[in-house]
């Protein structure tokens, strides 16, 4: 079962990040440098598994990373 997924530096965006609930084994994820949105915090709260999230350089805002650490309490996000 996929545990890992290093997704930093591809065009990963809002529509592909949709495609990541159904795994529901992941605990580390990378999307840093990528061009995810706000619009991707829906999918990305559906990862109730993960615990360490990289997304450093993305176009999400602050106030959407403070809504996706609400969602995910035990999760460390990291982010710029």
Partial sequence: KLTMLNLSQ???GDEQAE???NLSNLIDLNVSETPLTDAA?????KLTSLKNLMMTQTQMTSDGIEKLK??????SIRSN
């Fill in 41 to 45: 915090i829906t999918s990305l709260s």
């Fill in 70 to 75: 609400a969602a995910l309490p035990d999760c």
């Fill in 19 to 21: 495609q990541l609930a």
């Fill in 10 to 12: 591809t065009n990963f």
